[in-house]
């Protein structure tokens, strides 16, 4: 019995297109592939995880990751996330996996302890363990055990469709809120917010770039 991590990847260079008003694109996709490294890193850091698994359409994304210890799939065809994630997770049930977390790859914050904490709360399943983000709307991290118990619902509202689904399942729901896996980065005060406490990536963005100041209208 094995638990995996599945990483859902847009295309580096197409990925935080939002972030376009405060970031070039070439600024984007290196922060896109800093972002990727450093979850990738953290995820195959803990034991506990058998398997780092990728999935995307980039195969510069795809190369990255088997650079950092992750098997990958591709994504075929017009990008659809909760298709792809589920393709992803019959791939990881035919190694007997007994769950799965689903994590994206924008959260600049996350720590190997925060994976410990969600995989504490993962036991005696059946449970599902959803880590909303700071507005109580997406779906930051998604434990599933077993695999294969509910469907995705990934997108915006994820995260009440999350909860519906886990107790239609009959499953324990576990809500799991940590500032770390909270905030993602898809707006520019996402990226302000996280910039003082970031070592590596946006700090080094912060020098080449004027990040302007928001204020309250």
């Known amino acids: 019995m094995t638990l995996w991590a599945i990483v859902p990847v847009k295309p580096l260079r197409r990925g935080k297109s939002r ?17 990727l490294v450093h979850t990738l890193d953290t995820l195959t850091a803990i034991p506990e995880l058998d398997q780092v698994l990728v999935i995307s359409r980039d195969q510069s ?3 990255l990751a088997r650079e950092h210890g ?3 799939v591709q994504e075929n065809g017009a990008p659809k996330l909760n298709l792809a994630l589920a393709r992803a997770t019959v791939v990881a ?9 689903i994590l994206p ?5 996350i720590t190997p302890e925060d994976i ?26 998604l ?5 294969g118990l509910l ?18 399942a009959g499953a324990r729901l576990e809500i799991f809120e940590l500032p770390s896996l909270a905030l993602d980065m898809d707006l520019p005060e996402d990226l302000q917010m996280v910039s003082e406490t970031l070592e590596g990536y946006v700090r080094d963005l912060e020098s080449e770039i004027d990040i302007p100041e928001l204020v309250d209208e």
Do not use: I, W
Not at 19 to 35: F, G, H, I, K
Not at 105 to 109: I, N, R, T
């Open 61 to 63: 994304a795809l190369s």
């Open 116 to 141: 410990y904490a969600m995989l504490e709360r993962a036991k005696n399943p059946p449970v599902v363990v959803v880590v909303p983000d700071r507005h109580r709307q997406g779906t930051n991290a």
């Open 151 to 168: 469907d995705y619902e990934f997108g915006p509202g994820s995260f009440s469709r999350h909860c519906e689904r886990a107790r239609a």
């Open 143 to 147: 434990l599933v055990c077993p695999a």
């Open 70 to 72: 992750a098997r990958t």
């Open 19 to 35: 972030l376009a008003n405060v970031l070039t694109q070439d600024e984007r996709t290196d922060l896109n592939r800093r972002l």
């Open 93 to 101: 049930q035919q190694y007997a996996t007994r769950g799965v977390l």
């Open 105 to 109: 790859a924008d959260l600049p914050l």
